[in-house]
């Protein structure tokens, strides 16, 4: 399935059309420089929560085992 284009990147795709279109880009140029880094910013902070959710995934998943390796199995009859 194709992936459903993001806001900011149609406003990206807008801006970087206007800079061409414009005599005078210098406001343009800094509006792009300002979404680009924002982009970057956001894709940190969701790459750094991934990361922190996977470790809190793993801690639980070892847990685990460790509790279920400890247990004796009982004894039949």
């Known amino acids: ?3 459903k284009p993001e806001a900011v990147d149609n406003l990206l795709d807008t801006l ?3 800079r061409r ?3 005078k880009h210098e ?3 800094d509006l792009i420089d ?3 880094k924002m982009r970057r910013k956001a894709k940190k902070k969701a790459v750094k929560r991934r990361k922190a959710r996977k470790k ?3 801690r639980k998943r070892t847990k685990r ?3 279920l390796k400890k247990r004796k199995p009982k ?3």
Request: net charge positive; no cysteine.
């Open 1 to 3: 399935m194709a992936k």
């Open 34 to 36: 300002a979404l680009v």
């Open 75 to 77: 004894k039949r009859r």
């Open 56 to 58: 809190i995934v793993d």
């Open 16 to 18: 970087v059309w206007m």
């Open 27 to 29: 406001a343009v140029d």
């Open 65 to 67: 085992k460790r509790i």
């Open 21 to 23: 279109k414009a005599k």
